[in-house]
């Protein structure tokens, strides 16, 4: 069993640019949610997809927009970035009721994208 | 809304000395409290999930806990494998269908030799 992806690995990115990170989920997953950690800090929640829609965001602007696509992978979309934005970047899979009903809302981190904005 | 709080910040042990992390929540209905740790650099790795005041589950040296304010990750005999940030996260009710996490800072464990 493959377990959550997400490319590049690291992204070096100057101010006010735009950055496109990705992520594909277990197999058999059908939730996808993005989370953005400074150092030192919690991962904090910036979105959740469910079958291709949003389903719940965070306290993150408008800047920060994202896709799912049919086959459950997801994109995380940040424009005009800021310094701010320099963080590592989790992406999380979970089952949902397509899974055993103990598991479904666990989520599984892929590995992160760090992002540097300078 | 959801709060987490992790103590201590920082804890440094001797291998085998047990010890216990502590995570206080508030939150209007808790439907799941789950505990992950997190090596530099890596993503978290889930360890466990608790409902219900009272559950326990245990996992080699790691025994998490839960009461309806706080929860208790047990390392008991810790090796220096064990080094690692360990976060602590709540899953609220009232968010339906959206099963965001709300996480804490985390603990950084490090076990001497």
């Known amino acids: 069993e493959t377990g959550v992806t997400q490319s590049p690995t690291h992204l070096i990115k100057t101010r006010g640019q735009q950055v496109t990170l990705r992520c594909s989920s277990q197999s058999g997953h059908n939730t996808v949610s993005w989370y953005q950690q400074a150092l030192g800090q919690g991962p904090q929640f910036i979105f959740q997809y469910y079958r291709e829609e949003e389903n719940g965001r965070g306290n993150f602007p408008p800047r920060f927009s994202g896709l799912q696509f049919p086959n459950y992978s997801s994109e995380l979309n940040v424009n005009a970035l800021e310094l701010d934005d320099s963080a590592l970047y989790l992406c999380a899979s979970s089952p949902g009721l397509s899974g055993d009903l103990w598991d479904a809302d666990t989520q599984y981190f892929g590995p992160g994208t760090r992002l540097t904005v300078l | 809304e959801d709060q987490v709080t992790q103590s201590p910040e920082a804890l440094r042990l001797q291998e085998g000395e047990s010890s216990s992390l502590n995570c206080s929540y508030t939150?209007?209905?808790?439907?799941?409290l789950f505990w992950y740790r997190q090596d530099p650099g890596k993503g978290p790795e889930f360890l466990f999930t608790?409902?219900?005041a009272g559950e326990e589950k245990e996992k080699e040296r790691l025994k998490a806990t839960l009461t309806k304010k706080e929860s208790f990750l047990h390392i008991t005999a810790p090796k220096p494998e064990d080094s690692a940030t360990y976060l602590c996260a709540v899953q609220a009710l009232y968010t339906g269908a959206n099963s965001k996490l709300t996480f804490g800072k985390g603990i950084t464990l490090s076990v001497r030799p």
């Open positions: 608790l409902y219900s």
């Open positions: 939150v209007s209905g808790l439907r799941g």
